[in-house]
């Protein structure tokens, strides 16, 4: 039992190259979502998935696009990647789309672009 | 809009206990708080949740006054390895999507030799 994997741990992108960050869980859950963590702004919800074949805007949504490829996979599109981009992404996960729902978090990828 | 507010970092000595304080004056009647930990390079895990007035387990104990515009994480006799950041999770019901949940930017405990 794995939990929450993100490939891949660590990526290095120039300016305008896009890349998918790839998430997957094998809970069972239904509800799947992706944070970014820049230092001092905390955790941020970019997209989240509260269940399969549905995904909405978090709170900052601009530049990324999400697909919920089915329950268990969740991934993150930079389509044309910019410097404001670089940040730690979280993939997360819980049982249902309720703030009392345990999340459980991936590893993190660390985005640097350049 | 802040949705929590939490101290931006503290520090404790070993032994102590700890107490971390935060404000989520917009929480929703049917929404409960939820602390997380997170250790450098490690995604969050969650410590501990409550609805009102307290709730412990082997980790921590959440203490809700009754309305729960704040909530307190108390760590009894802290160690070095609590190090760490604790945020803390409600809903927001006045975020335009609906039911959104936002996490607080954390609060940077440091435990002292």
């Known amino acids: 039992n794995a939990g929450v994997t993100q490939t891949p741990k660590f990526q290095v992108l120039k300016t305008g190259q896009s890349m998918t960050l790839q998430c997957a869980q094998d809970?069972?859950?239904?509800?799947m979502y992706w944070y970014r963590q820049d230092p001092g702004m905390g955790l941020r919800l970019i997209y989240y998935?509260?269940?399969?074949?549905?995904?909405d805007k978090g709170e900052v949504p601009n530049g990324y696009n999400v697909s919920r490829l089915n329950k268990r996979e969740f991934s993150l599109r930079l389509e044309s990647a910019a410097p404001s981009q670089t940040s730690v992404y979280f993939c997360?996960?819980?049982?249902?789309?309720?703030?009392?729902?345990?999340?459980?978090f991936g590893p993190g990828t660390r985005l640097l672009v350049l | 809009l802040a949705k929590t507010t939490q101290p931006i970092s503290m520090d404790s000595y070993e032994g102590q206990e700890v107490n971390i304080t935060c404000s989520h004056n917009?929480?929703?009647?049917?929404?409960?708080i939820t602390w997380y930990q997170q250790f450098p390079s490690q995604g969050p895990r969650f410590i501990i949740q409550?609805?009102?007035t307290k709730v412990t387990n082997e980790v921590a104990s959440l203490f809700i006054p009754a309305d729960r515009k704040s909530s307190t994480l108390s760590l009894p006799r802290v160690s070095l390895s609590d190090t760490a950041v604790y945020y803390c999770?409600?809903?927001?019901?006045?975020?335009?999507?609906?039911?959104?949940?936002?996490f607080g930017t954390g609060t940077s405990l440091t435990v002292i030799p």
């Open positions: 997360a996960s819980s049982e249902a789309y309720r703030a009392q729902e345990t999340q459980y």
């Open positions: 809970m069972n859950h239904n509800s």
């Open positions: 998935s509260a269940s399969e074949g549905t995904t």
């Open positions: 917009n929480i929703a009647t049917n929404d409960y």
């Open positions: 409550g609805y009102k």
């Open positions: 999770l409600v809903g927001d019901r006045t975020g335009a999507v609906g039911n959104q949940f936002y």
